[in-house]
């Protein structure tokens, strides 16, 4: 069998497994790496320059390869590139877009130093697995260095309409460096749908149906949505239930019901409108007042971006706010904290709470929703209130929908999910869990390996 090859921005490191870690991609994909994998990327440290060999790593028969940025570059490049234009752009937010052409080259070039460190180690029946928007150009860079094996691209955020993407300079470039892979996977049919749609407009390539025909290979675009393991987090939801730290959370309650968001510190998530959904539930609906607290778990993420820091600030502004305004001298409406919580905990925590507020204003797919559906008891479930504009909601149509740009809304679901009799949360949860069941993420490394190897 071909040796699968993980290629990641950031790399989980094996010391490094299990302790708080806040992004989606390691998680879904570290149960599935089998023994024999190179998984290769950024160490996630900055040096003086870019290394040109990598750092090699072993843990349970994976070898991680690892190298460390030069400060330019990581300004360029995951600073610049990857997080001020690109991330801001396929979230649909093109006001808070900083395009540079100079960072744009050191976003090529960093691509281009990872193709060289690869490159003597690939050997040519090698599946190479390239993971998202960081590293775009990389199949490119593999073929230009004669790499002639299989490569695949999945994108784990949106893709953007082809009136959204236009607006980035290199967006032609961009796409024609997507067509170099064998295949392009995205977390919806939408996505895939706009993706399709671009290649058609701006590359000079055909399509045809679901895959683009270049100058002599063929590009299969499919959809394919990332999944959790959900067997594995109902279990440890269901054993943390049980923990001196989750019978604290309890008695901190004193028969409270919790909401709780739990994400990366990040604009595309939503919490500002969030926060004053929550403030219009206690101002619209002053009987939920003392009935309810909302734990807002907000991990620290890309403090280098000053976009990062400005929402922080507004952040800690809005909290103050709301507790000065709702607080009693024994309740404090928002417990808002910006430190990481471990993964069992956070499972104990989804699973006692009476809703999972899940307000993105855009998320490629949003894997804190299908977290929160399989740590609930099937017997007396918390509630989803999901945005219409995170990828789950095209799986997850039993949640209660909203549109997170309506604070009201938000403040009319949180109201609805705390009155909601059991049966109808039985009901809704049965459905959204068996969703979640199916599409797991061993479904996902299966299907995209499957349809790599094709
Ligand atoms: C990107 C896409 C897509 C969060 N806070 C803590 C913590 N987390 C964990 C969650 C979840 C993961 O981090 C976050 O995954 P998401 O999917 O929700 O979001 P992104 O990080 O933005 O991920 C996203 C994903 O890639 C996968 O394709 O779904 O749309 O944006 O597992 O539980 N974990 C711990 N402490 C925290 O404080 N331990």
């Given at each position: 069998m071909a040796r699968l090859v993980v290629v990641s921005n950031r790399v989980p490191l094996p010391r490094t497994k299990g302790a708080a870690s806040a992004g989606g991609l390691a998680v879904a994909l570290q149960s599935f790496v089998a023994p024999g994998t190179l998984w290769f990327g950024w160490s996630g440290r900055v040096m003086e320059r870019t290394a040109t060999k990598p750092r090699f790593v072993e843990g349970g028969g994976v070898t991680y390869a690892t190298l460390d940025l030069g400060a330019e570059d990581y300004d360029r490049f995951?600073?610049?590139?990857?997080?001020?234009a690109l991330w801001p752009l396929l979230h649909f937010r093109l006001g808070l877009m900083r395009y540079t052409r100079e960072d744009f080259d050191g976003y090529l070039a960093v691509n281009a130093a990872f193709a060289d460190a690869l490159m003597p180690m690939l050997r040519p029946d090698d599946m190479v697995w390239v993971h998202d928007y960081?590293?775009?150009p990389f199949a490119a860079a593999l073929r230009a260095r004669g790499f002639a094996g299989r490569i695949g691209f999945f994108l784990h955020i949106p893709f953007v309409p082809a009136s959204v993407l236009e607006a980035l300079p290199p967006a032609r470039d961009l796409l024609r460096a997507l067509c170099a892979y064998d295949v392009v996977g995205f977390q919806t049919r939408t996505h895939l749908a706009d993706f399709l749609d671009c290649a058609r407009r701006f590359t000079g390539f055909t399509v045809e149906g679901e895959e683009v025909l270049t100058d002599g290979r063929r590009v299969r675009a499919i959809a394919n949505p990332i999944g959790i393991d959900a067997a594995g987090f109902a279990r440890m939801a269901a054993r943390s239930a049980g923990t001196a730290y989750i019978q604290r959370m309890r008695e901190s309650l004193v028969g409270r019901a919790l909401a709780i968001s739990a994400e990366?510190?990040?604009?595309?998530?939503g919490l500002p409108n969030r926060f004053e959904g929550f403030a219009r539930l206690l101002a619209r609906f002053p009987n939920q007042q003392r009935r309810v607290s909302l734990l807002q778990i907000a991990a620290r993420s890309r403090e280098d971006v000053e976009e990062y820091q400005t929402l922080r600030r507004e952040l800690d502004r809005l909290a103050g706010d709301i507790n000065g305004r709702f607080s009693q001298f024994d309740w404090v409406p928002l417990r808002y904290m910006t430190q990481t919580v471990a993964r069992t905990k956070l499972a104990g925590l989804f699973r006692i709470a009476r809703i999972g507020l899940v307000t993105p204003l855009?998320?490629?797919?949003?894997l804190v929703a299908k977290e929160f559906v399989a740590a609930q008891d099937p017997a007396d479930p918390g509630v989803l209130i999901l945005s219409r504009f995170a990828g789950a909601a095209e799986e997850l149509t039993?949640?209660?929908?909203?549109?997170?740009?309506?604070p009201d809304e938000i403040a009319e679901a949180m109201q609805a999910a705390l009155e909601m009799p059991l049966e109808e949360r039985q009901a809704r949860h049965a459905v959204l869990r068996k969703a979640v069941f199916e599409v797991t993420s061993a479904r996902y490394c299966n299907t995209f390996v499957d349809a790599l190897a094709a």
């Open positions: 995951y600073v610049g590139f990857a997080n001020s960081h590293l775009i990366r510190l990040d604009y595309s998530k855009r998320d490629g797919m949003n039993e949640a209660l929908l909203v549109n997170p740009y309506d």
